[in-house]
T-cell receptor
Framework: GQNIDQPTEMTATEGAIVQINCTYQ??????LFWYQQHAGEAPTFLSY??LDGLEEKGRFSSFLSRSKGYSYLLLKELQMKDSASYLC??????????WGAGTKLIIKP | IAGITQAPTSQILAAGRRMTLRCTQD?????MYWYRQDLGLGLRLIHY???????GKGEVPDGYSVSRANTDDFPLTLASAVPSQTSVYFC???????????FGEGSRLTVL
């Protein structure tokens, strides 16, 4: 079966760094996506990895290891507005996205 | 620029009633999708359309139907609503296989 695993909830302190992990088992691989979803709102795109390595975009970075079926999202210099759910999704062999349940990130002052 | 517009934003519906959730995009994206989001579960694909005139079944299609008469509109119909269809429904679009998804603001549906 196809499966995406990520922690249910994480807590971090304002100004700190947090890493949200995602492991996946899918039929085929056509890229890994990270989305941010604030409570009561729609998901918004953060990053896309298709090759192994680190992609950096401002305070956010995303890493991919295809051989390990593993990715992480790294958030630096955390701000209160980063409190949200972070969704990991993988494109399968049919280019359909398989979604994790999301990681709720709580930022404390 | 509106992006993707969904209607209604919220609806309470009696079981057995027919309901259509509307979705319109102004980005001229070829691909459109309907997802449902339930607490503790990932987004689940209901139906999709890769281009106008074609549709396909996703992971959880039973009880739902879609049509794609043109590029902009992708309505989702519940023929006879049941309580298990209580959920938040998101419409999304993309301009290609590797393209990011753009989501509408969601439609919260409660079936009693």
């Amino acid at each position: 079966g196809q499966n995406i695993d990520q922690p249910t909830e994480m807590t971090a302190t304002e100004g700190a760094i947090v890493q949200i992990n995602c492991t996946y088992q899918t039929s085929g691989f056509n890229g890994l996506f990270w989305y941010q979803q604030h409570a009561g709102e729609a998901p918004t795109f953060l990053s896309y990895n298709v090759l192994d390595g680190l992609e950096e975009k401002g305070r956010f970075s995303s890493f991919l290891s295809r051989s390990k079926g593993y990715s992480y999202l790294l958030l630096k210099e955390l701000q209160m507005k980063d409190s949200a759910s972070y969704l990991c999704a993988v494109g399968d062999s049919n280019y359909q996205l398989i979604w994790g349940a999301g990681t709720k990130l709580i930022i404390k002052p | 620029i509106a992006g993707i517009t969904q209607a209604p934003t919220s609806q309470i519906l009696a079981a057995g009633r027919r309901m259509t959730l509307r979705c319109t995009q102004d980005m001229r994206h070829n691909a459109m999708y309907w997802y449902r989001q339930d607490l503790g579960l990932g987004l689940r694909l209901i139906h999709y359309s890769n281009t106008a005139g074609t549709t396909g079944k996703g992971e959880v299609p039973d009880g739902y139907s879609v049509s794609r008469a043109n590029t902009d509109d992708f309505p989702l119909t519940l023929a006879s609503a049941v309580p298990s269809q209580t959920s938040v429904y998101f419409c999304a679009s993309s301009d290609g296989h590797a393209g990011e998804l753009f989501f509408g603001e969601g439609s919260r549906l409660t079936v009693l």
